[in-house]
């Protein structure tokens, strides 16, 4: 679902670059259709990219269990001495059948989009977050000996709570529910610019207020996406490289950079900076596609084309600054919040490392993006569920 999701932001970039798309967009239903099909066009040939990235990344590593040797004789990527890479041949067939997959699920998701309920890329992604997490909690659940505390316990008796790793995994359980609650918090919390609409009632000057509602979580998780994809294309890059044309200088710079470490485990200086820029491109990349969402320029002149005005800031380009400043604080307070959502899991597995010397599976395969979508895909879908069951109450009254 990555290369999908890549190429519907890459559609979402290219209208400010390309005036037909801008254009397209404005169409109506036929104007998203196209963009739509020319969205399905890009995923094929992103998701094939990529495929061939993630096997050559595997191929490296120490996969004897997964990726077999080939027969003698066969023809083999140039490899470092002693290792068995896949044939060019295999590694393409491979990366066809996983594009094909890709393209399947953009066809699901499209289907429960149209079908169902909520948007249907994030509905997949979510369900495959919450399948892997019974898995995972199990994992750490059998780590601690529960009749044990619970006998300690009914004697009155703490001892068995001060025990680090059961510790650790209450509080971090504790802190899930926290964290959840301040998501839905900051995610329902909007500012509410106010509009006035003037009118006129059989010659008598009159108005009608509204508001302009700007969340707080304006873009969604699409910064801390954005901050992902470009960090880790070092990541991706480096593996095809050096399969070309072997170890270079600038492959073994890049490796020795933060560029090349991993957030997963922030256990040296190299990881920490890592872990810094991937919080600052979040910040960034939030205040930058809030003005995407919520472009000042065209809201200023929707609201002039229709009678509306922010009382006390004149029309056009006054209000074109007022909404750009309203949307940049806003912006700005919400990447911050975006951005220690997603750092926070990273460091509480550090803490809990340092601390008992294992690490929890739960912060290993849940992170601080898995809990923006699943809470925001709950949200959504529970909104559209309403606004459905108040439309077919609405229809009983028609018939």
């Not at 990235?53 to 120490?62: E, F, G, K, T, V």
């Amino acid at each position: 679902m990555a290369a999908y999701i890549n190429a519907s932001i890459i559609m979402q970039l290219l209208p400010y670059a390309i005036s037909r798309l801008k254009e397209l967009q404005k169409e109506g239903e036929r104007g998203r259709q196209i963009i739509n099909q020319i969205t399905r066009f890009i995923t094929f040939p992103l998701s094939f990219i990529y495929s061939i990235a993630y096997l050559l990344l595997l191929s490296r590593q120490d996969l004897s269990q997964t990726i077999t040797t080939l027969p003698a004789g066969s023809y083999l990527i140039p490899h470092a001495p002693g290792v068995d890479y896949p044939s060019a041949a295999r590694i393409i067939l491979m990366a066809l059948v996983l594009a094909a997959g890709t393209i399947f699920l953009m066809w699901l998701s499209e289907f429960i989009t149209e079908k169902g309920l909520g948007n249907g890329s994030s509905v997949i992604i979510s369900v495959g977050i919450l399948a892997s997490l019974p898995t995972l909690l199990q994992q750490d659940l059998a780590a601690v000996n529960f009749q044990q505390v619970f006998a300690d316990l009914l004697q009155g008796s703490v001892v068995a709570l001060t025990n680090p790793f059961t510790l650790s995994l209450i509080l971090i359980l504790f802190g899930f529910v926290l964290v959840i609650a301040a998501i839905v918090f900051v995610n329902e919390s909007q500012r509410k610019v106010p509009i006035q609409y003037a009118r006129r009632i059989r010659g008598n000057e009159g108005g009608q207020g509204s508001f302009l509602p700007v969340k707080f979580t304006i873009t969604g998780v699409m910064p801390v996406i954005f901050a992902f994809t470009l960090i880790s294309v070092p990541q991706l890059l480096i593996p095809i490289i050096e399969t070309s044309s072997g170890p270079t200088p600038f492959t073994e710079s890049i490796k020795e950079s933060f560029l090349y470490a991993s957030a997963d485990q922030i256990v040296d200086s190299k990881d920490t900076v890592y872990a810094i820029v991937n919080f600052l491109l979040v910040i960034v990349f939030g205040i930058f596609y809030s003005f995407i969402v919520l472009n000042p320029k065209e809201t200023s002149e929707n609201l002039q084309k229709s009678g509306a005005f922010i009382p006390g800031i004149r029309p056009g380009r006054s209000t074109e600054r007022y909404i750009t400043n309203v949307i940049l604080r806003i912006a700005l307070v919400g990447s911050i919040f975006l951005a220690i959502i997603a750092l926070i899991p990273i460091v509480g597995r550090n803490i809990v490392f340092q601390s008992t010397g294992n690490y929890l599976q739960i912060l290993s395969g849940i992170g601080g993006t898995s809990i923006l979508i699943i809470v925001g895909v709950l949200l959504d879908t529970l909104r559209q569920y309403q606004s459905l069951v108040a439309t077919r109450s609405y229809e009983k009254y028609l018939r």
